[in-house]
């Protein structure tokens, strides 16, 4: 049961969420895959603390003072061979398993969707 | 249970989001009234407002909730009510979270790591 | 189908006679968390628990005895004793109230069956402070914190021993403050447990996460970070909070009950406060 907590939205938001919908059009039909420019901006992501802060819990390559709470993040293509599953597994890794530590990304937005694909892109590429 | 993806799922709701504003849009002319916004990010105000008060009537209440409501009212004070209006926006969705996310723990025992 | 719910009916017996050795209790509840932190951490002995962190990191632990040769805390406990020994303006004083004292850390936080509620040592010094028509101090940092810290230092070596009595209004705040650790909460998402049981001994960012067996033995603590003392319900807003949940208030029924779960599943621990950290 997921429930989307979208209140009304007002002709005011247009503009916001126009944009919104274009960016997220962007990474979906990149079939030639994520531009180094998106890579690094899914890396910031990655890295700043406010941000996803995956160093906290996961050894990335070129992160400093990363945690071991989670597996290291390497041969993610290997790892999660469909894409969609890694998406998955950062927007709410509860779904697959309830005692994760793993805290929501998407379902309780601590990314926007635009940064979650950011993200998704640049994680798997490690 | 639904087995379509989380991301599927919420693009398609903002897809049909997009689409109900562009109507919106259209109907009403694209610059919208100071009058009508202020009227609209009062509504969301106090939307938020109810939010936040029910998230914390099951102690499920986030940190940053009465932040941003404040910071949405300093905006308001000053006219930008759009970014006031998405400000208390975020705040009655983490309400909206929040208290779900307390409902959902309220019989929680020991997990499985402790067996 | 009906294979199915029969497996079921099975499982879920079993689940049952399993999770039910005669009404699990504060006292299953015992067992079952001192025996989680023994097993994770072999070769560590239960009183060792109350060293928090350097329990179990031996790089810490090397820079937290040389903290200890010239404990931060010192001249805290000193001026505590100063604070314990000044009478009130009504020419009482604390001994009037605890005529035990100073040495009654151990004594709480304890279920007052008067008032219905967990009677914590900050909040049973600020309600003598008020019978003597003395102003409540804040109950975070400062001269609560000072205060205790003297308390503490007098209740060093008597162990943890905090009392459920048979009384379902006790009971009810000993499941609320279980609840409270083990529920998920924040935007983050984690519980006490997460945090301290699933990942004790794992590293977030550079730090070591304490098992919370030990958790409640050495407070109030002087933490490098704040450059003072603090209260343990202090400690209870900055875990709150860094998950970005809004803390409750110190004393809160919440963090009381809180208190008293944590504290109990401390017990057979001997007191060790106050106590130095990172």
Redesign the interface.
């Given at each position: 049961m997921r429930t989307a907590p979208f209140p009304p939205l007002s002709g005011m938001a247009l503009a916001s969420a126009m944009a919104l919908t274009a960016g997220l059009a962007a990474p979906l039909q990149a079939t030639a895959g994520p531009s180094a420019q998106a890579l690094e901006q899914g890396r910031k992501i990655a890295f700043t603390r406010k941000l996803g802060n995956c160093l906290a819990c996961h050894h990335i390559a070129g992160g400093t003072a990363a945690g071991n709470i989670g597996p290291p993040l390497v041969a993610m293509k290997q790892r999660y061979p469909n894409k969609a599953k890694l998406h998955a597994q950062i927007w709410d890794a509860t779904v697959a398993n309830p005692e994760t530590p793993m805290p929501p990304f998407g379902r309780h937005q601590i990314l926007t969707e635009r940064q979650i694909d950011l993200l998704t892109d640049y994680i798997w590429s490690l | 249970?639904?087995q379509e993806?989380?991301?599927m799922?919420?693009?398609s709701?903002?897809?049909a989001?997009?689409l109900?504003?562009?109507l919106?849009?259209l109907a009403?002319g694209?610059a919208?009234a100071g009058d009508s916004?202020q009227a609209?990010y009062e509504d969301?105000y106090q939307?938020a407002k109810a939010a936040q008060k029910r998230a914390?009537s099951v102690?499920?209440?986030?940190?940053?909730?009465?932040k941003f409501l404040k910071k949405a009212q300093a905006l308001a004070k000053k006219g930008d009510?759009?970014a006031a209006?998405?400000l208390a926006?975020?705040a009655?969705?983490?309400g909206?979270?929040?208290y779900?996310?307390?409902l959902?723990?309220?019989k929680?025992?020991?997990?499985?790591?402790?067996? | 189908m009906l294979k199915r719910i029969i497996t079921l009916a099975g499982t879920l017996g079993l689940c049952l006679s399993l999770a039910t050795p005669a009404q699990a209790g504060p006292k299953e509840d015992l067992a079952r968390f001192q025996h989680f932190y023994l097993k994770r951490f072999p070769g560590v002995p239960l009183k060792e628990f109350a060293n928090g962190v350097y329990a179990i990191d031996k790089v810490s632990r090397e820079n937290w005895e040389a903290i200890e040769e010239f404990p931060p805390y010192e001249p805290y406990v000193e001026e505590g004793k100063e604070m314990w020994n000044t009478p009130f303006k009504d020419g009482k004083g604390y001994k009037d109230c605890f005529p035990d004292g100073p040495a009654i850390k151990a004594d709480y936080p304890r279920w007052d069956a008067a008032s219905k509620r967990v009677l914590t040592l900050e909040l049973a010094i600020n309600e003598c402070r008020q019978a003597h028509g003395e102003k409540p101090l804040k109950y975070k940092k400062g001269p609560i914190a000072i205060l205790t810290a003297y308390i503490a230092w007098e209740s060093r070596g008597k162990p943890t021993h905090v009392v459920i009595p048979d009384d379902p209004d006790a009971r009810a705040a000993y499941e609320r403050g279980k609840r409270f650790w083990l529920a998920r909460r924040g935007q983050l998402n984690f519980s006490c447990a997460t945090c301290h049981a699933q990942n004790a001994g794992k590293h977030i960012r550079a730090d070591i996460l304490s098992p919370a067996l030990g958790h409640t033995t050495h407070f109030p603590v002087y933490r490098s970070k704040w450059g003072e003392l603090g209260t343990l319900h202090r400690r209870f807003t900055g875990c709150n909070k860094q998950v970005r949940a809004k803390p409750f208030k110190p004393q809160s029924e919440q963090y009381r009950d809180l208190e008293y779960f944590l504290t109990y599943m401390s017990n057979g621990i001997p007191l060790n406060g106050p106590g130095a950290r990172k």
């Amino acid at each position: 049961m997921r429930t989307a907590p979208f209140p009304p939205l007002s002709g005011m938001a247009l503009a916001s969420a126009m944009a919104l919908t274009a960016g997220l059009a962007a990474p979906l039909q990149a079939t030639a895959g994520p531009s180094a420019q998106a890579l690094e901006q899914g890396r910031k992501i990655a890295f700043t603390r406010k941000l996803g802060n995956c160093l906290a819990c996961h050894h990335i390559a070129g992160g400093t003072a990363a945690g071991n709470i989670g597996p290291p993040l390497v041969a993610m293509k290997q790892r999660y061979p469909n894409k969609a599953k890694l998406h998955a597994q950062i927007w709410d890794a509860t779904v697959a398993n309830p005692e994760t530590p793993m805290p929501p990304f998407g379902r309780h937005q601590i990314l926007t969707e635009r940064q979650i694909d950011l993200l998704t892109d640049y994680i798997w590429s490690l | 249970m639904n087995q379509e993806s989380p991301k599927m799922k919420t693009l398609s709701l903002f897809r049909a989001a997009g689409l109900a504003l562009v109507l919106t849009g259209l109907a009403n002319g694209p610059a919208l009234a100071g009058d009508s916004a202020q009227a609209q990010y009062e509504d969301m105000y106090q939307q938020a407002k109810a939010a936040q008060k029910r998230a914390a009537s099951v102690e499920g209440e986030w940190r940053d909730i009465g932040k941003f409501l404040k910071k949405a009212q300093a905006l308001a004070k000053k006219g930008d009510y759009e970014a006031a209006f998405k400000l208390a926006r975020k705040a009655y969705i983490q309400g909206k979270l929040g208290y779900t996310q307390a409902l959902s723990q309220q019989k929680v025992d020991w997990p499985s790591y402790f067996k | 189908m009906l294979k199915r719910i029969i497996t079921l009916a099975g499982t879920l017996g079993l689940c049952l006679s399993l999770a039910t050795p005669a009404q699990a209790g504060p006292k299953e509840d015992l067992a079952r968390f001192q025996h989680f932190y023994l097993k994770r951490f072999p070769g560590v002995p239960l009183k060792e628990f109350a060293n928090g962190v350097y329990a179990i990191d031996k790089v810490s632990r090397e820079n937290w005895e040389a903290i200890e040769e010239f404990p931060p805390y010192e001249p805290y406990v000193e001026e505590g004793k100063e604070m314990w020994n000044t009478p009130f303006k009504d020419g009482k004083g604390y001994k009037d109230c605890f005529p035990d004292g100073p040495a009654i850390k151990a004594d709480y936080p304890r279920w007052d069956a008067a008032s219905k509620r967990v009677l914590t040592l900050e909040l049973a010094i600020n309600e003598c402070r008020q019978a003597h028509g003395e102003k409540p101090l804040k109950y975070k940092k400062g001269p609560i914190a000072i205060l205790t810290a003297y308390i503490a230092w007098e209740s060093r070596g008597k162990p943890t021993h905090v009392v459920i009595p048979d009384d379902p209004d006790a009971r009810a705040a000993y499941e609320r403050g279980k609840r409270f650790w083990l529920a998920r909460r924040g935007q983050l998402n984690f519980s006490c447990a997460t945090c301290h049981a699933q990942n004790a001994g794992k590293h977030i960012r550079a730090d070591i996460l304490s098992p919370a067996l030990g958790h409640t033995t050495h407070f109030p603590v002087y933490r490098s970070k704040w450059g003072e003392l603090g209260t343990l319900h202090r400690r209870f807003t900055g875990c709150n909070k860094q998950v970005r949940a809004k803390p409750f208030k110190p004393q809160s029924e919440q963090y009381r009950d809180l208190e008293y779960f944590l504290t109990y599943m401390s017990n057979g621990i001997p007191l060790n406060g106050p106590g130095a950290r990172k």
